[in-house]
């Protein structure tokens, strides 16, 4: 049996079509239903339904074989304990620093919020800026139009939630795409099943195109 870990929404959205090429179609949808293990058309398949950001930990600890997490949640809870083998280009967006429109630009010290704690931390260490960051689980947009910080770190797509918010993008962090990971004990020991399913991926891929920028 493989378990593959994967969150609702739009990862999971972006994941099915990927999914039925490899003839693994899940036999309920979680969005109208509260199972957190599906089965699927595989029998030898099956999907654990999780929050995005416990996708690497249910991996690194082998409670999933495989799982597909947004390279922003990978980053951030760092992926030296997982393999990370296919880039999977689906849920593209950009990590980014935002502020008000009216802000200035960044100097000297920062109050940032965002729930990417340590990405955060790392990339104003990286250009010698002095962060002070807030960890916030959600709404971050709210956090300059309320003086709790200068900026916010958060994933931008359309740009539409910060411009309703008087927001707008300034720095470019990285570009997020979604990734396969996969445990390392599980690499060697369903080493056969793991290898196929990868090739299943990667020649699903090979025939999409472009590719998110990198
Ligand atoms: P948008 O208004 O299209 O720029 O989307 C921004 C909002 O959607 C923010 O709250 C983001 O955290 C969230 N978001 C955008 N892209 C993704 C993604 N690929 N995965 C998870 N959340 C996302």
Redesign the pocket.
Known sequence: MLTIAVSK???YEEALPLLAEAGITPLDDPATCRKLILQTTRPDVQLVIIR?TDVPTFVEYGAADLGIA?K?VLLEHGADSLYEPLDLNI???RLMTAAHKDAPAISGRVRVATKYVNTAQRYFAELGIQAEIIKLYGS??LAPLVGLADCIV???????????NNLEPRELIMN?S?RLVVNKAAMKMKNKAIAELLDQFEQTLAKRCPPCPT
């Open positions: 929404g739009r990862i995005a947004g922003d849920a593209c967006c971050m947009e958060d994933l931008v797509d359309t740009g539409n939630t910060l411009k309703a997020i979604s």
